[in-house]
Every structure is written in C-alpha cells, then in structure tokens.
C-alpha cells in the first residue's frame, strides 16, 4: 500500500488529480502500471545514484495516443533549467545509442522540465525497452559546454511485465500499438 500511495503522488503530481480508491496499480522490478478512468500509465519507480527523474508511458484505452516522456526531478535548492534550448536529448540502452533521442524534444509545463518524445516513435521505444537487458540513459549533449551530461539512469527490469499489464488493462497489445 506505501508504494501504491508513493506511486500515486508522484503521478500526480505529473499528469492527473484523483484519488486511490479509483486507480488500479501493479508493479514489478523497477517499474509500476497504474491504470486512473481509462488511461494507463507505465513509469520508472526510481534512477540510479547520482541521476533523476522518472520515465512515463501513457495510453489511452486500446493503446491509442501513446506518449513516451523524461521527467527531470530537480534537486533540493536547484533553480532554473537543467538544459538550455541548443541542447538535444541522448537515448541509450545497455550502452548503446539510439536514434530515438533525436526524436524527443524538451519542454517547461506547471511540472517542471521535461524531454517528450515524438507519438509515432513510441512503438520503438517500448520494444528498445523490452529488448534492455541492463538499463536506460537520458542524457544530454549540452552544447555550449562540449559535454554531455546524464541525467537518469533506469533500470529495464520489469519493464516488459509492466507495459503488459498495461495492456490487459487498457487493451492493447504493446507489441502492435495502434497509429496515433
């Protein structure tokens, strides 16, 4: 019940306002499913040391509107934006670079700071995802200082159990999402 109720305040305080007598939770390894009316919802439940932020699928009923999004969760007296404009998001699994980073683009909503990833591209992400046999990187090449920074590291276990139960739950198969 302590993780539903974690879980369910910090969803909530991203993307829905609701009580947990109306949401249904699961979760596996290092990643949880909640499903709040008819959207289902599969996040990170935590990064590695030394980095932050949470990963966030969302799916409407029958896996329509798919979205794909990096959380950045600053840290204690942090102030202004982790990135600057001219900075471009870096994917990684298990080492390797992705294409996808250049697919994903930042923002600023009443949440914080945030990189989203192109709806059409999501299908990708979940079978890269499901493929990880160690973790995901969201990194950043920040331009005006030559460097790249990394910003969350997760863990892929318990991904795949996750974006299943998602998909019972919202039915759809995760492996064969509808066009956006």
Same mark, same amino acid.
């Given at each position: 019940?302590?993780?539903?109720?974690?879980?369910?305040?910090?969803?909530?305080?991203?993307?829905?306002?609701?009580?947990?007598?109306?949401?249904?939770?699961?979760?596996?390894?290092?990643?949880?499913?909640?499903?709040?009316?008819?959207?289902?919802?599969?996040?990170?439940?935590?990064?590695?040391?030394?980095?932050?932020?949470?990963?966030?699928?969302?799916?409407?009923?029958?896996?329509?509107?798919?979205?794909?999004?990096?959380?950045?969760?600053?840290?204690?007296?942090?102030?202004?934006?982790?990135?600057?404009?001219?900075?471009?998001?870096?994917?990684? %699994?298990?080492?390797?670079?992705?294409? *996808? +980073?250049?697919?994903?683009?930042? &923002? @600023?909503? !009443?949440?914080?700071? #945030?990189?989203?990833?192109?709806?059409?591209?999501?299908?990708?992400?979940?079978?890269?995802?499901?493929?990880?046999?160690?973790?995901?990187? %969201?990194?950043?090449?920040?331009?005006? *200082? +030559?460097?790249?920074?990394?910003? &969350? @590291?997760? !863990?892929?276990?318990? #991904?795949?159990?996750?974006?299943?139960?998602?998909?019972?739950?919202?039915?759809?198969?995760?492996?064969?999402?509808?066009?956006?």
């Amino acid at each position: 019940m302590k993780a539903l109720i974690l879980a369910l305040s910090t969803l909530s305080s991203l993307v829905f306002s609701t009580s947990s007598a109306h949401a249904d939770y699961f979760e596996h390894g290092n990643w949880a499913t909640v499903k709040i009316g008819q959207v289902c919802y599969v996040y990170s439940l935590r990064s590695a040391k030394d980095t932050s932020g949470t990963l966030i699928f969302g799916f409407l009923e029958k896996g329509y509107n798919a979205s794909f999004e990096y959380r950045y969760t600053p840290y204690p007296g942090e102030t202004g934006s982790p990135w600057d404009q001219e900075d471009y998001v870096v994917l990684s %699994v298990d080492g390797s670079e992705s294409w *996808l +980073g250049d697919e994903m683009t930042t &923002g @600023l909503d !009443s949440h914080g700071d #945030f990189a989203s990833l192109t709806a059409g591209f999501v299908p990708e992400m979940i079978a890269m995802i499901r493929a990880a046999t160690s973790n995901v990187e %969201v990194a950043f090449d920040r331009e005006k *200082l +030559g460097e790249r920074w990394v910003y &969350g @590291l997760f !863990s892929a276990t318990g #991904f795949s159990a996750t974006v299943v139960k998602a998909g019972e739950w919202c039915q759809f198969d995760p492996a064969n999402l509808p066009a956006s």
